[in-house]
């Protein structure tokens, strides 16, 4: 089974402030997924990476997929309080189309 | 359209009663999920219809029962519950396993409590 680890698991900061969130796992996903959930709502989608290598901006949020697609990093420049949630990365494991979690970063950011 | 939505949003109930989650989608989807997650927890895989049909059960107790009526529709029937079965449950839809891009679409959850 892929598993998926992301660090840091929490993560609070100042509003303006940069940070990183990795998801790594030992196991190649043929694409990876991020997700930003807030209290009581389900996850909502932020990004799909698929080619290795890819990086995606989505505002001030950048996306890479690692080279050997084993791995993912989620940026964020210059953070808002509205930036506060759970962030999860996931993706479908090939050999049992299980869509797995990651096990997730809580980020709040203090104004 | 592109929601998934749930309901009931929060339900409470005693460990003796039955009670169903409803999911539905008009997305197209062919694939269909059930998650559980407890507080400050990823969600975890429960079910995953794929057709209509139970493609994954992941070790599920069986007082959780799944339904997939047809291709738009998902029942969570819940009997015997216990209060550690207290969580959100979470449905979502991709349009079908390995077929696509792995995206799920997931609904707003239903918060369930058991006492």
């Known amino acids: 089974t892929q598993l998926l680890e992301q660090s840091p698991q929490f993560l609070s900061i100042q509003e303006g402030e940069n940070l990183t969130v990795y998801c790594n796992s030992s196991?190649?996903?043929?694409?990876l997924q991020w997700y930003r959930q807030e209290p009581g709502e389900g996850p909502v989608l932020l990004v799909t990476?698929?080619?290795?290598?890819e990086v995606k901006k989505l505002k001030r949020l950048t996306f890479q997929f690692g080279d050997a697609r084993k791995d993912s990093s989620l940026h964020i420049t210059a953070a808002q309080p509205g930036d506060t949630g759970l962030y999860l990365c996931?993706?479908?494991?090939?050999?049992?189309?299980?869509?797995?979690f990651g096990t997730g970063t809580r980020l709040k950011v203090l104004a | 359209d592109t929601e998934v939505t749930q309901t009931p949003k929060h339900l409470v109930m005693g460990m003796t009663n039955k009670k169903s989650l409803k999911c539905e989608q008009h997305?197209?989807?062919?694939?269909m999920y059930w998650y559980k997650q407890k507080a400050k927890k990823p969600p975890e895989l429960m079910f995953v219809?794929?057709?209509?049909?139970?493609?994954i059960n992941e070790s599920v107790p069986s007082r959780f029962s799944p339904e997939c009526p047809n291709s738009s529709l998902l029942n969570l029937h819940l009997h015997a519950l216990q209060p550690e079965d207290s969580a959100l449950y979470l449905c979502?839809?991709?349009?079908?396993?390995?077929?696509?891009?792995?995206?799920?679409?997931f609904g707003e959850g239903s918060r369930l409590t058991v006492l």
């Open positions: 219809y794929s057709y209509e049909k139970l493609s």
């Open positions: 979502a839809s991709s349009p079908g396993l390995g077929e696509n891009t792995g995206e799920l679409f």
């Open positions: 997305m197209g989807h062919r694939a």
């Open positions: 996931a993706g479908e494991d090939s050999g049992t189309y299980k869509y797995i």
């Open positions: 990476v698929v080619t290795g290598g």
């Open positions: 196991s190649v996903f043929s694409s």
